[in-house]
């Protein structure tokens, strides 16, 4: 795993506790809330906004279509991903693609018995993506074991214009699964209200 980004991790870690003891219970309507910063994260409530890193065949470590899981993790580097459902954020968690038992110190899954291609190693939404083959938005929500279409993200359905994409600040017309997942890409993924966000991310040494 890469070297840990010092003050964006530890800033965003405590948001996710600040995020699960309050319990997140506003939703994305109007009022004083929607006038914070619109850069500062705003979780949704659990569990909906903070699915598992891991299906049971994930945990397990099992081959899945074109991706094994693997001991040596090879030369890598980072992607980030956003994701918002009416307005709020949804957390994408460390420890995507890494079997389990997951070896943790904090925030961070330092390791596990395998790893795939895609993982992640903390809550940032930053996705080490391995070098070699073209990897893609769905290949990630396959090693995630959840559920993405132009109608469905994650456990919400998409009705209206469906699930909006975004890669480098532009629309994503097409199906989001084919989004690629090339070097410091950056994608965000909404359903219900627009979040306007930097197109733009500053991924840590190393990735």
């Known amino acids: ?23 997140g219970g506003k939703g994305a309507g109007t009022g004083a809330s929607d006038r914070l910063d619109p850069t500062a994260p705003r979780f949704g409530p659990a569990p909906r906004y903070r699915p598992p890193a891991l299906s049971a065949a994930t945990a397990a470590g099992r081959p899945l279509p074109g991706l094994l899981c693997l001991r040596s993790p090879g030369a890598r580097f980072g992607a980030h991903v956003e994701i918002f459902v009416g307005g709020l954020d949804v957390v994408v968690p460390a ?36 070098v070699g083959r073209r990897l893609t938005l769905g290949d990630l929500f396959a ?37 690629p997942l090339p070097r ?18 500053l991924f840590p040494r190393g990735l």
């Open 143 to 179: 090693v995630w074991g959840q559920p993405l279409s132009r109608r469905r993200l994650l456990s919400f359905a998409a009705p209206g214009d469906g699930v909006r994409a975004f890669l480098d600040g532009r629309r994503w017309r097409g199906d989001p699964r084919a989004i």
């Open 1 to 23: 795993m890469p070297a840990r980004p010092p003050l964006a991790i530890a800033v965003l870690a405590l948001g996710l506790a600040a995020a699960g003891c309050g319990g």
């Open 95 to 130: 420890g995507i693609g890494v079997a389990a038992p997951h070896r943790r110190d904090g925030a961070y899954v330092l390791g596990g018995r395998c790893s795939y291609r895609l993982r992640t190693s903390d809550p940032s939404g930053v996705v080490e993506v391995g």
């Open 184 to 201: 410091h890409a950056s994608v965000v993924l909404e359903v219900g209200r627009h979040v306007t966000r930097r197109p733009t991310y």
